[in-house]
């Protein structure tokens, strides 16, 4: 039998970038995820952005399309909008919001329980059903593209938490140029 190190590797790193709190390079998903309210998660900064809603439904899609082709299929796609960043409310409630962070996990579990049913590398080097590359390369591309999405994920959070929206700032608090912050606004405060 081949030694299956490589694909132990890619688990922890799956797994490391979801969900670690020791992550090196920044917030896991789950942790860029942790306080982002319903309120905050449906809402887009511009309307040519994806909102954290879109993102976290996004991720999802495509970790079920590497199981799809892990299992063989060489149909499974996604070719849509519709399929690949979702047909989402402008408002996402409590249920919605909590359905979609389940589905990302389901479909992250879903992702290492499939891994984990492999004995040895040598996958690793076969052509993806339906692709040109292989799934060394998808699976190193679905780690990346989490770290990508966190990224704006995190960007996103921080605007909207700026903005005030889902935190104890109203619109109202607002001053006229926007920052919830008031005209007491040191600049000292931030260097």
Known sequence: ???N????RIIDLLN???ESEEAWHGPSVVEAL???TPDMAGRKITPNTHSIAELVFHMT????FCVKKMQGDATFDITTPDKNFGALPDKIDDFEWEALQMELSLSQEELVNELDKRDDDEFLEDIVPGRDYTYYDML?????HDL???GQIVILKKVLT????GSSYAESDEDEFGSPFGSSYDQDDYY
């Open 148 to 150: 990508y999405h966190t």
């Open 16 to 18: 490391t970038t979801y």
């Open 5 to 8: 190190d490589e694909l132990i």
């Open 1 to 3: 039998m081949v030694p």
């Open 34 to 36: 942790r306080g982002v």
């Open 61 to 64: 899609s495509w970790r079920i």
């Open 140 to 144: 190193h591309g679905i780690i990346n």
């Open 162 to 165: 700026f903005k005030g929206v």
